[in-house]
């Protein structure tokens, strides 16, 4: 697990912290990101992503992938959730300790089975340093769609 984190936060960590110390945020703001900026967790199932709609990320491949993306907030406890299409699909949102050098991962958040629907999954509140942003991973169904994701 480790290793999925310091592949998705390492190339992102300097880009986000200049985002954030241009963007002042409030506990009462929320920070929102489009499923688009999601990319495939393993390099290979690139090809199986492709942009739906003006801000969601479809799976095109018939197995379910990895997919993930981080999102700066400032210091402190931040309740997050993603809004996802399908009947199938997993996600979870990760954070670091104080030091860094360990992750805290939040619950695995499943859709609910049925007819695939537009739901929006709990991923349990994180607890975030302003240098190091809260990980948001799914493991997107076939069909299934990333529309946005949020941390408040």
């Given at each position: ?41 393993y ?34 406890w ?11 699909t ?10 860094g050098?360990?992750?805290?991962q ?7 089975s ?18 190091s ?20």
């Amino acid at each position: 697990m480790f290793a999925r984190i310091a592949t998705c936060l390492t190339p992102v960590l300097l880009a986000s912290l200049a985002g954030v110390a241009s963007t002042p945020l409030t506990a009462e703001s929320a920070t929102n990101g489009g499923g688009v900026v999601m990319k495939a967790l393993y390099p290979g199932d690139a090809s199986c992503f492709a942009v739906n709609s003006w801000s969601g990320i479809v799976n095109n491949c018939a197995t379910a992938r990895w997919i993930s993306t981080t999102l700066p907030v400032p210091t402190g406890w931040h309740g997050t959730n993603m809004t996802v299409y399908g009947n199938s699909t997993m996600c979870h949102t990760v954070s670091t300790n104080g030091v860094g050098n360990a992750a805290h991962q939040g619950p695995d958040t499943w859709t609910l089975s049925g007819p695939k629907n537009w739901q929006t999954l709990n991923t349990g509140d994180r607890y975030a340093w302003d240098w190091s942003p809260v990980l948001f991973e799914c493991l997107l169904e076939s069909g299934g769609i990333v529309g946005g994701f949020t941390a408040l």
